[in-house]
Structures are given as structure tokens and as C-alpha cells.
């Protein structure tokens, strides 16, 4: 379903160029949920934004079922592709109500029966058509994700690109989120990507994932191979190990303070 093929990228000219992307290559099969993981500055929003289009003057080949993307958003890749963000109310326009962020997106593709489908994707993202006329401001963090999620979902697109969409919330409403991302997920037969630096997140939702590093991948594992430390690369055993002594930290803080 997504094809990433030699991708390179760079900014800057002269003395000031700076590659960040280095000959990514990624293969995402129809109805996967495929994570990207790395530290920060690894390069892993970068390929999503590539794959949206919010970067255009990459090098490579990005194809959508079979099909070239152009270095140019056009109609046709809104339907196919779309992006949740990391934040979810800086992603939201705060003066604009739930109602008019998810009918934009219908207004602009001329689709019909706006009304209805804003209702239906309100229940199936589990809201309902009360939020319609709430600002982003009087929403929880999970609910403005859930919007976010929904406008995402509007246009029935077959791809999402997800950019840590559970980094900014509560611990106690990332799983609902995940949750609800698996759900959507098999009721429609999806495929994600996903960025996250979270190995939690991969194990308990990603089929496999792709090690970035310094604009690279350094390595592409099953999830079930991830969590047997059946990796690879020094680095890669850094991460699970990294990971592994937050979630000791986190749970023995967790004792002390209950």
C-alpha cells in the first residue's frame, strides 16, 4: 500500500545544506499498521510529511497502491492519505467549531450528505453530534484527538499517517486512543503509519517496525521479534533497553505514590 523508495531529502544550500533523509526505503502492506521509531531528530515526521505532502522538493519515489505521488498535493491524494498530529489543538483551528472542521474538508471535495456523515464519524470516533457546536478550547486533550481523528477520517481515505498521536495526552487516555485507533483500524481494514518513539505504543499496536536513526533505517523487525530482543543493531538494543528501564521507573514511582 505504501511504497518509500530512495528517499532523500535535504534543506539548506551551499554551506548551509543539511541532508536529513538518507536513502529511506519502506515497504507497508495493505491493511498494516506499521511503526516508525527513533529519537528525536531520527527523521521519522519527516517521512510522513513527505508521504503528505507538507514537503515537496524530495528525492526518491513515494507511491500510494501502486500509484507515483507527485512532488504536488492534489485532490486524489487528499482522498487516499491523510495525517493525525501530534498535537491536537495546535492541529485544530480554535475559532472554528467541530461542525465547521469536519464539513471543510466535505465542502472542499463537494461532497454530499454532510450532515449525516459528520453525525455517523462523530459516534464512530466516540463523541456524538453534541460536540458538533463545541470549540477546540472546551474539548479534553482526548476529545480533541478524537475530532483530529475524525477529520482525518472524513474523506474515508485508505492511509494514515500517524505522527505520535498519543504523546500529548494523559497516560490514562493514550491506550483509549490507541484503542480506538485498532478499532477504526479493523472495522475498515486501514493501514497506518505511525511515528512514535514509544516501544509500548509498537508493541501493543504496530504489526512491524522500521529503526530510524540520523535520517536512516537501520533495520526493519516484526513487533513479535521486538519484543523476543531478536534486533539486530546496537542501537536498536538500545532503544528496547532504554524503554524497558522507563516503564521499571515509571511503575516504582507509581508504587511510591499510591
Known sequence: MIEVKNLNLSFGQG?????????????????????LVGE?????????????????????????????LAH??????????????????GS???????????EEPL??????????RINALLEKVGLGPQFRRR????????QRQRVAIARALILEPRVLLL?????????????????????????????????????????????????????RILETLETAELTRSMEKTAYTTMLVDASRQYSRDLAVRSERMG
Open 15 to 35: 554551506n548551509q545544506h543539511n541532508q536529513v533523509l538518507f536513502d529511506v526505503n519502506l515497504a507497508v502492506r495493505n491493511g498494516e499498521i506499521f511503526g
Open 40 to 68: 528525536s531528530g531520527s527523521g521519522k515526521t519527516t517521512v510522513l510529511k513527505c508521504l503528505a505532502g507538507l514537503f515537496n522538493h524530495w528525492q526518491g519515489e513515494l507511491c500510494i497502491d501502486g500509484q507515483p
Open 72 to 89: 504536488r498535493i492534489d485532490r486524489a491524494r487528499c482522498r487516499q492519505v491523510q495525517m493525525v498530529f501530534q498535537d491536537p489543538y
Open 92 to 102: 485544530l483551528h480554535p475559532r472554528h467549531t467541530v461542525e465547521t472542521i469536519l
Open 107 to 116: 465542502l472542499i471535495h463537494r461532497i454530499e450528505q454532510r450532515d449525516r
Open 135 to 142: 470549540y477546540p478550547h472546551q474539548l479534553s486533550g482526548g
Open 163 to 215: 505522527d505520535e498521536p498519543t504523546s500529548a495526552l494523559d497516560v490514562s487516555v493514550q491506550a483509549e486512543i490507541l484503542n480506538l485507533l485498532a478499532e477504526l483500524q479493523q472495522q475498515d481494514n486501514l493501514t497506518y503509519l505511525m511515528v512514535t518513539h514509544d516501544l509500548g505504543v509498537i508493541a501493543h499496536l504496530c504489526h512491524r517496525v522500521a529503526v530510524m536513526q540520523y535520517g
